[in-house]
């Protein structure tokens, strides 16, 4: 057992530096830990290290920690090995199931299998691989922590401690918990996203021309890799199923209300997702505020969204969120500035009077 007790002081090996081995990796060099890097594809190792990220793990290097960051299919097998490979070291995992890799190291891992303990970062993007990866990835969102039974508590800490180095905000949950949560908030969504952007792909020619950003909004995550999320969705298969059983009988009851014009029982489901929407918690997993879009109108040239945030700044007023759509007949861009409602007006004034066309 490593001699550093709870203090996470490196270094730290990232197995699997794609889009989340390698974001952990730059968040972790970024606080001046020792980054060590491993990856079955030898590109993505040279790809992370020129990114700054870490250097490659040689076979005499000791981490205290080794983060597993490979698709779920592999987990249980690689954190298997990194914790046989090395007898002092932590181990973690990002993967986003957390039940199944943890069964295949109860039976085929060493008897220290309290060394071990899961964590899973809610954050990530529908694209892959170590270009795709940023050190920010993980600001202000949730990171489960899934000690089981026998985990070792200075694993536990240290998992925290790499979870809140990341900027992300630590929850604990049992591993059967996270699994169960994650069908609702993330596999279940995925794939509903599935279904909505597969009709996209059939659309008649032209009717796409009418996306705007409601469409991109619900499909954004369907662009993931179809390989990982299918590994996602078979490590978590028995919760993912009971949630879309719920819901068929959902569909069937939407597709009879809206077929017999039934505008009571349409209501019904219609407020149900409103409320869902309400429950999310908002940003840094406080509680969620009344939000306002205003929306500006920007020319397709360099500088103009500089000089847009610029002029937005001095409205005082901070902007939660961002988003830009691009008109398909003309070179400007709509931009949506997400901010408190109660700010929207002061917003769009101070726009208007520094010559923006600014609309809500
Ligand atoms: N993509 C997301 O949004 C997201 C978010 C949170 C958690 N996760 C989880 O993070 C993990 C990685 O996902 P990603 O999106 O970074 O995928 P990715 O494809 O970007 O990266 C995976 C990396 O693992 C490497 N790899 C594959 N098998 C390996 C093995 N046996 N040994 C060593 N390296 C191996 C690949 O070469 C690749 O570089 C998955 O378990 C996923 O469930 C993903
Ligand atoms: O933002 C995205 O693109 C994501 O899909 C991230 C997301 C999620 O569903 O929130 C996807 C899978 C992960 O396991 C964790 C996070």
């Known amino acids: 057992m490593t001699e550093t007790g709870g203090e996470l002081v490196g270094p730290v090996e990232i197995v699997g530096v794609g889009l989340l081995g390698t974001s952990v990796a730059l968040a972790c060099a970024r606080a001046g830990i020792e980054v ?6 030898a590109s993505h190792v040279r790809t992370a290290t020129g990114l700054g990220a870490g250097r490659r793990r040689a076979p005499e290097d000791a981490p205290q920690l080794v983060v597993v960051a490979v698709p779920p299919a592999h987990l249980g097998e690689v954190i298997t090995r990194a914790l046989a490979e090395n007898p002092a070291a932590f181990v973690t995992d990002v993967g986003s199931v957390k039940a199944s ?31 795709a990866a940023t050190a920010t990835l993980f ?22 401690e ?27 969504p995925h794939l509903m996203a599935a279904l909505v952007a597969g009709r996209l792909a059939v659309a008649p020619e032209g009717h796409l021309r009418l996306s705007g950003q ?15 999320y299918g590994q996602i969705v078979a490590g978590n298969a028995r919760a993912v199923t009971d949630l879309l059983g719920q819901m068929r009988a959902q569909f069937d009851d939407m597709i009879e209300a809206v077929g017999n014009g039934d505008a009571a029982a349409l209501d019904v489901l219609l407020k149900e997702g409103q409320a869902g929407t309400r429950a999310i918690p908002g940003k840094h997993g406080g ?18 969204l500089a000089r847009l945030f610029a002029d937005a700044g ?12 691009h008109d398909p007949g003309r070179p400007v861009g709509l931009m949506e500035l997400i901010v408190a409602s109660d700010a929207a007006e002061q917003m769009k004034t101070v726009l208007e009077s520094r010559g923006w066309l600014a609309h809500r």
């Open 36 to 41: 060590l890097l491993s990856d079955s594809v």
């Open 101 to 131: 890799p943890l069964a295949y190291v109860r039976e085929h891992g060493p008897d220290d299998v309290g060394r071990y303990v899961g964590g899973h970062p809610m954050a990530g993007s529908e694209r892959s691989g170590p270009l």
């Open 139 to 160: 600001e202000g969102r949730p990171w489960a922590l899934t000690p089981h039974a026998d985990a070792d508590p200075t694993a536990a800490s240290l998992v925290g």
């Open 162 to 188: 790499l979870a809140s180095l990341c900027g992300a905000l630590p929850l604990v949950l049992t591993p059967e918990d996270h699994d169960q949560a994650v069908a609702r908030t993330s596999h279940v």
């Open 214 to 228: 409601g469409v991109r909004d619900v499909t954004r995550v369907a662009a993931g890799d179809p390989g990982l």
């Open 287 to 304: 509680p969620q505020t009344a939000q306002a879009s205003v929306y500006v109108t920007v020319p397709d040239e360099p500088g103009n």
């Open 314 to 325: 001095e409205s005082g007023v901070n902007i939660e969120d961002v988003r830009i759509d």
